[in-house]
């Protein structure tokens, strides 16, 4: 192998994976310069090649050469460890930055106690390289903004743009981003695919997505993958202009689609939640200023707004998980907040996820009974579902394809079928009121259209309300007709 022009190269490879018979051999090279997509439907194998080059897992057979750098680097050290120089960028890359585990969802929202986690400037100034560098990241990237905020308080988007700064910091020869612009607003996609151009300039990458829409522009080369096969690679030129058979599902969704019954005792009510003049504000951070907003029984609304601008938090007001709602006006079901009820009497009939919660679901637990958590409204706590409850857990597995992973580990799954697996569990009572923050990021366009349909079902069924939240406003259901939008104050820091 030319180590001078060859940057990575796989010949003949299968790994070594306990627990799963794998017999295509895999055959891929990047040569220096190259930047690479690898493209797939969710569950078809981009994350599980990406951490075999990480060395996660041993080679059974075949060859990795890692290039020149890898043999400079056993020369310096006298070992050379794949993992000290390539780098990936993921949803779950957050739990390097913070010990999650130790913390519980709505922390996030209680003062003192997200003050113990460290701050975006804390985490910037602890990493060992020089301020001119530092700086030219921190503007890149638009971080200044986030300095004082706890890293338990960002946002998806804001999130996404402290773990690449990060990563970036550390020096990298491969930075392997997964779903590089999973919830993003569309100037910050703009902006992100802006700055991995110019990265490409000196920055070897590699981009694994799960759709032609995801597929930054700086991208060279593309390795198709499906169902665990790899290749041929080809140039995005000629991929483009190709069949594209590893974004064909090998099995297409039922256009007919009759939902499992609803499990929440039906209640009387006319107005879902009503907001009435909500001021809330953290240390010198204005979220909301007289706020004011109802949704009525049978509404569809969308929830617009930036990346930052509190919409998460407008939320955690909804649900209970915010202390501060219990000083404001707020009425759940026609009952205000504060008089009596327990937090679990107004989960009941809600049914939520966001892109936030789904870092607090770490827990080694098989999908099926992440899928049953939802009857409980409990994050990292897990109760033993009856024999309906199980089955309804199955039927909306089913539904969304996936009941393959009901008795997989939740951590042992790819990012975007964990995602599916956390809208079975926020559908799985067929609530009342149904809640989704940014259901669709993370999705292979098969999986986003089945389930619209499926949001699209929901909506039919009489008395159910809907918000929906996200930054593509292509992608929200036909039965919105209502919006709502957001907007960051003049003295927010979010």
């Known amino acids: 192998m030319d180590e001078k022009n060859h940057f990575l190269q796989l010949k003949g490879?299968?790994?070594?994976?306990?627990?799963?018979?794998?017999?295509?051999?895999?055959?891929?090279?990047?040569?220096?310069?190259?930047?690479?997509?690898?493209?797939?439907l969710n569950g078809a194998g981009k994350t599980f090649l990406a951490d075999?080059?990480?060395?996660?897992?041993?080679?059974?057979?075949?060859?990795?050469?890692?290039?020149?750098?890898?043999?400079?680097?056993?020369h310096e050290t006298g070992k050379f460890y794949a993992s000290e120089l390539i780098r990936k960028v993921s949803f779950e890359s957050a739990y390097l930055l913070a010990d999650y585990k130790n913390m519980y969802y709505q922390q996030r929202f209680h003062a003192m106690e997200n003050e113990t986690t460290p701050t975006v400037r804390e985490l910037i100034t602890s990493i060992p390289l020089n301020e001119e560098e530092k700086h030219v990241l921190v503007r890149r990237l638009n971080l200044e903004p986030l300095y004082e905020k706890h890293l338990i308080m960002l946002s998806s988007g804001e999130l996404r743009r402290v773990l690449i700064a990060n990563v970036l910091m550390q020096k990298p020869e491969l930075l392997i981003f997964d779903n590089p612009f999973i919830g993003l607003d569309k100037e910050m996609m703009a902006e992100l695919n802006l700055f991995f151009t110019e990265l490409s300039k000196f920055q070897q990458m590699v981009f694994l997505v799960p759709a032609l829409i995801e597929?930054?522009?700086?991208?060279?080369?593309?390795?198709?993958?499906?169902?665990?096969?790899?290749?041929?690679?080809?140039?995005?030129?000629?991929?483009?202009?190709?069949?594209?058979e590893c974004l064909v599902p090998?099995?297409?969704?039922?256009?007919?689609?009759?939902?499992?019954?609803?499990?929440?005792?039906?209640?009387?009510?006319?107005?879902?939640?009503?907001?009435?003049?909500?001021?809330?504000?953290?240390?010198?951070?204005?979220?909301?200023?007289?706020?004011?907003?109802?949704?009525?029984?049978?509404?569809?609304?969308?929830?617009?707004?930036?990346?930052?601008?509190?919409?998460?938090?407008?939320?955690?007001?909804?649900?209970?998980?915010?202390?501060?709602?219990?000083?404001?006006?707020?009425?759940?079901?026609?009952?205000?907040?504060?008089?009596?009820?327990?937090?679990?009497?107004?989960?009941?009939?809600?049914?939520?996820?966001?892109?936030e919660?789904?870092?607090?679901?770490?827990?080694?637990?098989?999908?099926?009974?992440?899928?049953?958590?939802?009857?409980?409204?409990t994050i990292g706590l897990f109760r033993k579902c009856n024999e309906e409850q199980e089955r309804l857990c199955y039927q909306w597995m089913d539904l969304l394809g996936i009941g393959y992973l009901k008795d997989k580990s939740f951590l042992k799954i790819s990012g975007g079928e964990q995602?599916?697996?956390?809208?079975?569990?926020?559908?799985?009572?067929?609530?009342?009121f149904l809640i989704l923050d940014e259901p669709l990021h993370g999705l292979d366009i098969p999986h986003k259209k089945r389930a619209r349909q499926?949001?699209?079902?929901?909506?039919?069924?009489?008395?159910?309300?809907?918000?929906?939240?996200?930054?593509r406003r292509e992608e929200i259901p036909s039965a919105v007709d209502q919006f709502y939008e957001l907007k960051n104050l003049g003295n927010d820091k979010n």
């Not at 919660?357 to 409204?377: A, K």
């Not at 995602?419 to 009342?432: C, E, G, I, S, Y």
């Open 454 to 471: 499926l949001i699209e079902k929901f909506c039919e069924q009489p008395g159910k309300s809907l918000i929906y939240v996200t930054h």
């Open 13 to 40: 490879v299968r790994p070594r994976v306990y627990g799963l018979e794998y017999d295509p051999l895999i055959n891929w090279e990047i040569k220096r310069g190259e930047q690479w997509a690898v493209v797939g």
């Open 215 to 244: 597929i930054p522009e700086c991208v060279t080369n593309v390795l198709p993958v499906k169902n665990m096969e790899y290749g041929p690679a080809m140039t995005k030129d000629e991929f483009l202009a190709s069949p594209k």
């Open 419 to 432: 995602r599916l697996v956390l809208f079975a569990r926020t559908m799985v009572k067929n609530p009342d």
């Open 250 to 355: 090998q099995k297409s969704f039922s256009a007919d689609v009759l939902l499992p019954e609803t499990v929440v005792p039906s209640k009387q009510y006319e107005s879902v939640v009503r907001l009435e003049d909500i001021n809330l504000s953290y240390k010198d951070r204005v979220v909301f200023s007289h706020l004011n907003w109802e949704i009525k029984k049978g509404e569809k609304w969308a929830l617009l707004g930036p990346n930052g601008s509190g919409k998460s938090t407008l939320l955690s007001l909804m649900v209970g998980d915010n202390p501060k709602a219990y000083s404001q006006n707020i009425t759940i079901f026609d009952k205000r907040r504060g008089t009596g009820e327990s937090i679990w009497d107004i989960k009941r009939p809600i049914g939520y996820i966001s892109s």
């Open 52 to 74: 075999f080059i990480c060395g996660k897992y041993a080679v059974r057979e075949g060859k990795i050469n890692y290039g020149y750098w890898s043999v400079e680097k056993a």
């Open 357 to 377: 919660m789904h870092l607090f679901f770490n827990e080694n637990q098989p999908c099926s009974r992440i899928v049953g958590s939802g009857f409980f409204d």
